[in-house]
C-alpha cells in the first residue's frame, strides 16, 4: 500500500471519531510494521522500510527492542541515518551502541553527527567511553569537541554548532549557490548563510531566500543583511531563544569577544530549551531540583537527592510557623474555636501568594516585567489583593454567620470571631499578594533565580503572617 | 557608523563586564537614535533609519510612543514593513492604528499581512473595528478570514496560514524554481514545498535542500518525500508543536479530512505556542485562569477575574479541613502542645504533593508519560516518598529532642508525642505523593487538564489527609 493510501485511509477512519490525532496513527502503524518484519525475521523488508523512516520514529522504534536487537537493527542502517538516529537516542542507549560497534563504525558516526550533538553526548557519556570516541574523532574534531566542552552550561556556546555555510562578500549568487551544493550535505542549515571576513569577522548574513529572489549576478556584498541580529558564546540559552521567538528567526550567528564567527544555533536547538527552559522553571517552581532526564528513565535515588534538601528546608522554615502558633498556645486554649479556621486562613493567604508569584516569575522569564517595574507591579497587586480580599472577606463572613452559626448552632461562633476572621482574611490576602510579587522580583535584581520564590517559600513565609495578623486581631478585638 | 563597527565596540565594551547581553545593548542604542532623530524632528533621516531597523525592534520603538506619536510614525513605513510591524503589536495598538489610517492604508497592509496574522488580529478587535476590516479586505481573503475563524481554539486551524508554496508532481526543479521566484515573494516560507494533485490532495513535501542538491533537471516526483508528517484542522496545537520538536521540522502541512491541503503551521508561529502553553500550564498549577494578555497590560480587574473564582473554591475546600480540627477540639484541649506541629506537618505533606504532582503534570505534558505507566509511576513515588518521608521524620526526631526537650526544655514533649510526630510525618509524606501523582493522571485519563491537579488542589487534599493521620495516631498513642 503506498504512503498516500495509507495517509488517505487513516484520515477516513478518524473523520469517524473524534479527537484523536491522524499522524499519531500513521506512525504506530510504521512501528507495528517494523517490529513484525524483524519477528519474521525478513531482514531485507525491515531494512528497506527503514530507510523510509523517519529519524525520529526509527529511534522510537529501536528505545522498544531489547539492547541486543537494538544494536543489531542499527548496525543496519546507513551511515547518514545512523548518525542522525543516534542524536535521537537517550544516552544510556548511545552508551550500549558505541560499545557494540566496531571502531570503525563509530568512527563513521562521528563523521556524520553534527557537532553540537557529539558535544551533548560527550556531556553524558562515562569517561572510558568518552576516552574511546576521542581517541578514534578525527584530530580536528577532537579540538572542536574539547573547545565546546569548556563553554558554560547553558551559554549560547553550550548548545552551538560548527556545520554552518559561510560565503564571502565579493562572490555573486551563483557562485553562492555553487558552493552551497559543494559543502552543503553536511551542514545543520543551509538556508541561513554567514559573511565572513578573511579573518573570520561576521560581516552580514544572507538567506537562501535572498539568493533565490536576486539576480544571478548579483554581488553577496549588495543583497546581505549587515544589521545581524547575533549572540556571543557566553550568552545565556534562555535570551537567545528569546531572540529567536521576537525576530522569527532560523539560525543565529555565535560570536567570540572579537566579533569572529564560531558557531550558530539553529532553530530545533532552540526549541528543546524552551522546552527544557519551561520544565525547569516548573520543578523549582515546586522545591525540586531540576534534573535532565525525563522523569521515568530517573533513578529512585536520583529523585530522593532532588527533592528532600528542599523539604528539610522548608520543614525547618515551617517550624517558626509552629513556634508563632505556641507563643499564642495559651490565648488558643481559651479560645479553641479560632483553631478551627487557621487551615483555611494560611491556605487561603498561600494561594493568594502563589497566584501573584507565578505570575510576576513569568512575566520576568518572558521579558515582559523587569525590575524597575517594581512600583507598578506592587500598586497593581496591592489593588488586585484589596478586590479578593474584599471578596474572600464577605464571602467567608456569609459562611461563618449561616453554616456555622445558624445552621449548625455553633454558640461560639459569634459575630464578634466572624469579625476577626474576616479581617484577618482581608489583611492576609493584601500582604500575601504583596509579598508574592515583591519576592521574585528581588531575587531576580540579585541574580537568582525568581522560580525559587513560587508557591513553597511564599507560603510558608504567608503562613506565618496570616498567624501573626490573626492573633494580633483576636487579642484586641476579643479582650484575652 | 557603520553596523559593523557599531557591533565590534559593544562587543569591545562587553569584554570588560561580564554577564550582560550584546545584542540587547545594539537594540537599545537603535532605538534610542530613533528617538532623538523624532525628537528633533529630522524625518527624512528617521525614515531612513526606520528602514534599516527590524520589524521587532520597531514595534518595541512604537509601542513606546504616544498614540499620536505611534500613528504617525508608522505611516512613514513601507506597505511591506508597516504590515510586519503591524502583525508584531497588540491588539489595543493595532486597533489605534486601524483607526486611523484611510481605508486606501489598510487596504494596502491587509494585502501583505499573513493570514494567520490577520486571524489573530480579528479575535481580539471589536466588532465594529471587524467590520470596517471585513469590508476592505477583498472577497477571497474576506472568505479565508471567515473560514479561517471557524477553526477550534487551540486547533492546527486556527494558528495556520494561507500563504505556501506548492508544486505540482511533473514540474522540474529549474521550473520549481522558477514559481518559487514568481510566487514566493509573499509566502510565509519557501523552504519547504508542498506538491498537491490537481484537486489539491497533499501528495509529498519537497525543501529547497533537496531542489538546491538536486539536478536541474529532476523531476520532483522523483526527488520529493512522500512519506509526510502532516496534521489535521482540528488537531490540538500542543500536540503539532511537539511534532516540530520531535522531527525538528520548519514547517508541517495542514489538511482536511480528505487529504486536501489547506494551510501550513511555520516553525515561528510554533515558538509562540510553545510559549503561551508553558505559560498556560504555569498559571493553571498556580490556581489562576490563564489569559492571552501580558500581565502589564491586563486590567485588576480582568486579573481580579481569573483569580478570585479559583481562591474562592479552595477556601470552601479548606474548610473541611477547619472541621477536621473542630471535631478534634477536646482532644487539642487537653493537648494543646500538638497544635504547634500542625503547620509544619501540613506545609511539609503539601510541598511532598506538589513535588510529585508537578512532576507527573510536565511529563504527562511532553508526553513522556501516559495514563497506561499509572502502576508504574505510583511504585516509583512509593519508593521516592518512603525514602523522603524517613528521612524528614528523622530529621523531625531529631530537631524535636534537640531543641523542644533539651534545649528549651518544654516538658510537655515527650518521646511520645516526637513520635506522633514523626509517624505522622512519614504517613503523610507517602500519602502526599500518591495522592500528587494520582491525580494527575486521572484528570488527564478524563480529559480534563491535568494542570489542575498542582499544588492548591494538592495542598488542600493533603492538610485533611495529614489532620486525620495525626489525630488517629496522637489518639491510640497517647490514649485520649
Known sequence: MSELDEREEVLEELSEEEDSFAYEALRDSRIEELTELLEQKKMKPLQKLLEETEEFEVAAFLTE????????????????????????????????????????????????????????????????????????????????????????????????????????????????????????????????????????????????????????????????????????????????????SDYDLLAIPVVDRENRLVGIVTVDDVMDVMEQEATEDMEIMAAITPSDRPYMKTGVFEIWKNRIPWLLLLMVSATFTGMILTSFEDALAVQVVLTAFIPMLMDTGGNSGSQASVTVIRSLSLGDVEFSDLGRVIWKEIRVSVLCGATLAAATFGKIMLVDY????????????????????????????????????????????????????????????SLLIYFTIAKTLLHF
Request: proline letters at 3%; glycine letters at 4%; hydrophobic letters at 45%.
Open 65 to 244: 527492542l531489547p539492547e541486543q536487537q537494538m544494536a543489531m537493527v542499527f548496525r543496519m542502517l546507513s551511515k547518514e541515518q545512523a548518525a542522525a538516529v543516534f542524536a535521537e537516542l537517550d544516552s544510556q542507549e548511545q552508551e550500549y551502541i558505541i560499545n557494540s560497534i566496531t571502531d570503525t563504525e563509530l568512527g563513521g558516526i562521528l563523521d556524520e553527527l553534527y557537532l553540537d550533538d557529539t558535544v551533548d553526548m560527550m556531556e553524558e557519556l562515562p569517561a572510558n567511553v568518552v576516552k574511546r570516541v576521542m581517541r578514534i574523532a578525527t584530530p580536528q574534531t577532537r579540538a572542536l569537541i574539547n573547545q565546546y566542552l569548556r563553554y558554560p552550561e547553558n551559554s549560547a556556546g553550550s548548545i552551538m554548532t560548527a556545520e554552518y555555510i559561510d560565503l564571502k562578500k565579493y562572490m555573486n549568487v551563483r557562485e553562492s549557490f555553487a558552493r552551497i551544493r559543494r559543502i552543503g550535505a553536511d551542514k545543520e542549515t543551509v538556508y541561513t548563510c554567514f559573511v565572513t571576513s578573511a579573518d573570520r569577522k561576521l560581516e552580514g548574513i544572507v538567506t537562501v531566500r535572498d539568493l533565490i529572489m536576486a539576480d544571478e549576478d548579483a554581488v553577496i556584498a549588495d543583497i546581505m543583511d549587515d544589521h545581524v541580529i547575533f549572540c556571543t558564546t557566553t550568552d545565556d540559552q534562555e535570551d537567545v531563544s528569546g531572540m529567536f
Open 406 to 465: 445558624l445552621i449548625m448552632g455553633n454558640e461560639k461562633v459569634t459575630v464578634l470571631v466572624a469579625a476577626v476572621v474576616c479581617l484577618t482574611m482581608f489583611l492576609t490576602v493584601v500582604c500575601a499578594k504583596v509579598v508574592g510579587c515583591t519576592l521574585p522580583m528581588l531575587a531576580d535584581k540579585l541574580k537568582l533565580d525568581p522560580a525559587v520564590m513560587a508557591s513553597p517559600f511564599i507560603t510558608t513565609i504567608v503562613d506565618a503572617i
